[in-house]
């Protein structure tokens, strides 16, 4: 019976599709209830960002708090205005596009149509200019922000801060338009709703090459073992991941845009689904590898399942979504494994959670969605992966070469918060160590 509820509803989304696609313009009301939701989406990427602040702070140790708090809120404010400025001409580059599906650019700056043209007229009128844009710029801090993690308590603050806005500005943006931009990847039928790879995996490989190339924190590998650096707060660390779980159902929900009522409760169930199976899975790994279940692992789990859905939130089966979920809680842990092993620091585990299981996500699409095929889906992750990998490198080349990338020994052992920002988190907590 559930077989043949799932098959009648994927049936009805994709003549639900079809209809939209060829209809030039929705009633007003629908029009208006439309942005309604894609804006309360907004909202909820919004809120996705106190949730990464959470996390990552919780995740590290109290001496460089100020420093990664500082760093998640700045990213907002360069996610925004860099995507105001080339940002959003750059991923929808509509007509403008300079080389047929590869690179698009409709200009500096927000150009909106005048009046009817930016609303009721605008993309056949489903939702306006203005909604258009403010969605997709809270993604793009989204990108950077996962970088965040995987380079934390011992960059440079300055460097932090070229780096995203050149990436955000730049990569995300280009990057994105292939798919979402109805780019060369749209044309071969490569499919990310909502960003397993378009956002995700492109912060992932870029926080992926800054890890190695800042290198491990002093005394995180001594003799060859890796050596333990418990965060300062697993309360603020299990908040953060709360706030990140609520924060996605808007990530997910609104990348449908349309207020569909089943299409976006769809989205929400599966969301929900990959995300408890992949607490759950990650816990009984964790358990089962360690002795004991563990709530770094536990909560990198749920954010895994999480990751994972992105991609196919609105093209997979119930039960897929779960096993998305389940093998995705399984992945993150053996994930944190394989990069301590190969002696790349990642403080909050951001490479296993945002970039395997990103890419892992994207796969899935191929794999579970009947629409869907494996291979444009790898080629997607490739020519993604190749392209992040290199511009990333380049910029934290750069930047290593100019202003420096990496702190001293000494400010590192201090401590980000004081040496950076000569501030405390918490103060008079601040206890100066050569450890």
């Known amino acids: 019976m559930r077989a043949k509820f799932i098959f009648i509803f994927s049936a009805l989304m994709s003549a639900c599709a079809a209809r939209a696609a060829d209809m030039e313009s929705v009633s007003a009301e629908m029009f208006t209830v439309n942005n309604l939701w894609i804006l309360l989406g907004a ?81 056949g009128g489903k939702y306006g200019y203005w909604t258009d844009f403010i969605f997709q710029g809270m993604f793009a801090a989204t990108c950077v922000t996962i970088v965040s993690g995987a380079v934390a308590e011992r ?72 050596r333990a650096m418990p965060g300062s707060n697993l309360g603020f660390a299990t908040l953060g991941v709360f706030l990140l779980w609520f924060g996605w159902f808007g990530f997910n929900g609104a990348s ?77 842990v053996f994930a ?24 892992w996500g994207t796969l899935a699409v191929g794999i579970f969605s009947p629409a869907h095929s494996i291979l444009p889906q790898i080629a997607g992750i490739a020519a993604v992966g190749l392209t992040s990998v290199i511009s990333s490198f380049a910029i934290f080349y750069l930047i290593k070469k100019s202003t420096g990338l990496r702190v001293s020994k000494n400010e590192e052992l201090k401590g980000l918060d004081i040496s950076e920002h000569a501030m405390e988190a918490y103060n008079g907590f601040q206890i100066f160590t050569n450890e």
């Open 336 to 359: 944190v494994y394989f990069f301590d092993k190969l002696r790349i620091d990642d403080p909050v585990g951001a490479l296993s959670v945002h970039l395997v299981c990103g890419v």
């Open 155 to 226: 960059i440079k603050f300055s460097a932090y801060l070229i780096f995203a806005a050149l990436y955000a500005s730049l990569v995300y943006t280009v990057v994105g338009s292939w798919g979402w931009g109805g780019g060369w990847l749209s044309k071969i039928g490569f499919y990310d709703l909502a960003g397993s790879t378009f956002v995700h995996s492109v912060g992932g490989w870029a926080a992926l090459v800054g890890a190695i190339m800042l290198g491990p924190r002093f005394g995180r590998y001594v003799d060859g073992k890796a």
């Open 43 to 123: 909202i909820l990427v919004f809120a996705m960002h106190p949730g990464f602040a959470l996390l990552e702070t919780g995740l590290c140790r109290a001496k460089n708090s100020v420093n990664i708090l500082a760093k998640n809120i700045i990213t907002v404010a360069i996610g925004l205005l860099t995507y105001a400025v080339v940002g959003f001409n750059l991923m929808y580059p509509g007509e403008s596009w300079l080389c047929g599906g590869v690179l698009g650019f409709g200009g500096f700056g927000l150009s909106s149509p005048d009046g009817a043209a930016a609303a009721i007229e605008y993309n």
């Open 256 to 332: 449908v845009f349309t207020a569909d009522p089943v299409m976006v409760a769809y989205v929400f169930t599966t969301t929900a689904l990959s995300a408890a199976a992949g607490l759950v899975s990650a816990m009984c790994t964790s358990w089962v590898v360690q002795k004991k279940p563990d709530l770094s692992m536990m909560l990198n789990g749920c954010l895994a399942g999480l990751v994972g859905i992105t991609a196919g939130a609105d093209c997979v089966s119930i039960t897929s979504s779960c096993v998305i979920g389940l093998i995705s809680g399984v992945v993150v």
